[in-house]
């Protein structure tokens, strides 16, 4: 859908083309057009899979770039699509007559270690916000992969290692700076444009958002790390870590995985090519008290034990996820309750022949300030599920891609009849039906785009229509 019709524009005999060369010289930043030598490299995202098609990519320098862009685009009726890493680049479903703009410079950070907040521009990954924090004693509501970038994680909820005792990132939001749909800079909180701010914190922001503010947590020091069973102790270990999770207060968040590693020069040489169940957790508490809390588990025997104390900067190295783009798919799926059936549908999907194919099979422990009602919040502010599925494959090269979907989607058909009607945004890869996101708030939602971007200009994941 574009914005408006550029015959009615004062300039309507000249070419969009003419125009977006035009905007090379409004902006401080980089205009990148098709046909440029490095067109193809300004149009990649860190989903590998995401092959974007753009009228044009923008990298802005500045907010005054962003405004520059979103005028031109409205000018031309092209749409906007903001984007830091491209980490879900998959969920847009096209970017015909769009202007990407890359937001990864729009970087800065500043911890106010008074207020317990910090102020991070656009582009800001998640490893330079946590590390900024940690030298002051505090921690952010931050994803588990450091390559990710704060807006999108924490626009789209958020789900990390301070899960269950600080809720989804999306509550964190005190403030957003934004440009909206008529290139107006505006400062966005709970008392202006109050409508907009609800919509933004785990909805649909119908904006580019150049800056975010968010609470921080005296945390200085957590407990975390993994322990490795060899694969054939999958049931044993997954039923023993159910029985464990039902007994952890809210501070500790953790998950059970299976781990298929393969046989490339990339993994280190003591996990090439081997496959383990893991148990992987995050506990705030001392490291004598930790220690009793991970007893039962390490009762068990695990072939490998990472689990220490460190900062909550050093969380980041836990998942073990990619520091580099990768060609990922993955699909998700929320259980209503980890009862012993729903865990033995887990195990027998992780374990089927045809999940071979896949990296990584995961169950993350929901619960705790996930709970709804457990606190308030933005359109999302909550998880209504004991669980959260998630399986992902890497595929390096387009034969591989037909094996991974149809071993991910089986994962989900095993599960399904134990799947709650909650779908969560983070960990859906391809666009998903509004409904199912976002539930009651979808109305109020489409209201809210309605009244502050209604041409349309602003394109992000998961549209409502």
């Known amino acids: 859908m574009t914005a408006h019709d550029p015959a009615s524009t004062p ?6 083309g003419d125009h977006l060369e035009r905007l090379r010289t409004r902006v401080t930043g980089t205009v990148v057009l098709p046909g440029d030598p490095d067109w193809d490299d300004a149009r990649r995202a860190w989903q590998l899979l995401a092959d974007q098609h753009p009228a044009a990519v923008v990298y802005a320098a500045t907010e005054q770039d962003v405004v520059a862009t979103v005028a031109t685009a409205r000018k031309l009726g092209l749409s906007v699509a903001p984007q830091g890493t491209g980490h879900a680049a998959t969920a847009i479903p096209s970017l015909r007559d769009t202007i990407l703009l890359r937001t990864r410079a729009l970087d800065t950070i500043e911890i106010n270690p008074e207020t317990e907040r910090a102020r991070v521009g656009a582009g800001a990954v998640w490893s330079q916000v946590v590390g900024a924090a940690a030298e002051h004693g505090l921690a952010a509501v931050a994803g588990m992969a ?6 999108g994680f924490t626009l789209g909820g958020g789900v990390g290692w301070l899960a269950r005792s600080h809720g989804l990132a999306a509550n964190s939001i005190r403030a957003l700076d934004v440009v909206d749909a008529h290139g107006r800079s505006l400062h966005v909180d709970a008392a202006r444009h109050a409508d907009l701010f609800w919509a933004a914190r785990g909805g649909v922001a119908p904006v580019v958002v150049t800056g975010l503010e968010l609470q921080l947590y005296p945390i200085d020091e957590i407990v975390a790390g993994g322990l490795m069973w060899p694969l054939e102790r999958a049931p044993e270990i997954a039923h023993a870590w159910r029985d464990w999770a039902q007994t952890l207060p809210d501070g500790v968040t953790s998950l059970v995985r299976v781990l298929r590693y393969p046989p490339i020069p990339e993994i280190p040489e003591f996990l090439r090519g081997r496959s383990f169940v893991a148990v992987e957790a995050a506990i705030q508490a001392d490291a004598d008290a930790a220690d009793s809390l991970l007893q039962p588990l390490r009762a068990l025997g695990p072939e490998l034990d990472s689990v220490r104390p460190m900062s909550p900067a050093d969380l980041a190295s836990v998942h073990g996820d990619p520091d580099q783009p990768s060609p990922a798919y993955g699909e998700s799926v929320v259980l209503s309750e980890l009862t012993p059936d729903a865990l033995e549908a887990f195990l027998d999907a992780a374990l089927a022949p045809s999940s071979t194919s896949l990296l990584s099979i995961e169950l993350r422990h929901l619960g705790g300030m996930l709970t709804p009602g457990r606190t308030g919040g933005g359109a999302v502010a909550s998880i209504d ?4 599925v998630y399986s992902v494959g890497i595929v390096p090269f387009p034969e591989a891609q037909g094996p991974v979907r149809s071993a991910a989607a089986a994962v989900i058909e095993r599960l399904a009849p134990y799947a709650a009607d909650a779908v969560v945004k983070n960990f859906t890869d391809t666009p ?29 994941g998961h549209p409502l229509d």
Request: hydrophobic content about 50%; cysteine-free; aromatic content about 4%.
């Open 11 to 16: 300039d309507a005999g000249i070419l969009p």
């Open 432 to 460: 998903e039906a509004a409904t199912a996101l976002y539930g009651a708030a979808v109305e109020r939602l489409r209201a809210v785009v309605a009244a502050w971007d209604p041409e349309r200009v602003i394109r992000t």
């Open 385 to 388: 599920g004991a669980g959260l």
């Open 146 to 151: 450091p390559s990710v970038g704060v807006t």
